[in-house]
Nanobody
Framework: QVQLVESGGGLVQGGGSLRLSCAASGLTFSRYAMGWFRQVPGKEREFVARVSRNGVSTYYAGSVKGRFTISRDNAKSTVYMQMNSLQPENTDVYYC??????????????????WGQGTQVTVYS
């Protein structure tokens, strides 16, 4: 049974930082590209970032490029997202997801096979 478990969310003041983690189990982690998405209740889930299977290639949504950094540790079956210079508009539930494709730049929800339950990030001004 595949499980993706996010952690690291919380309450942070604007301008602050958070580091999200997503621990995977039940799958061969190194065979999956990993992504982070965000969702505000009532709105469609949006792509944030993606990292390739070996961690060499990354891809970001324009709104977070330069502030967020996605990385992974295949030995720990964990993907991370460092979020800096957070703003209130970054308040969302953040989800990690796994995609077994080798293609770069996949951003659609339907392209990801497995999903975590999400972690809440709240940024106050």
């Amino acid at each position: 049974q595949v499980q993706l478990v996010e952690s690291g969310g919380g309450l942070v003041q604007g301008g602050g930082s958070l580091r999200l983690s997503c621990a995977a189990s039940g799958l061969t982690f190194s065979r999956y590209a990993m992504g982070w998405f965000r969702q505000v209740p009532g709105k469609e889930r949006e792509f944030v970032a993606r990292v390739s299977r070996n961690g060499v290639s990354t891809y970001y949504a324009g709104s977070v490029k330069g502030r967020f950094t996605i990385s992974r540790d295949n030995a720990k079956s964990t993907v991370y997202m460092q979020m800096n210079s957070l703003q209130p508009e970054n308040t969302d539930v953040y989800y990690c997801a796994a995609d077994d494709s080798l293609l770069v730049g996949r951003t659609r929800i339907s392209e990801y096979r497995y999903w975590g339950q999400g972690t809440q990030v709240t940024v106050y001004s």
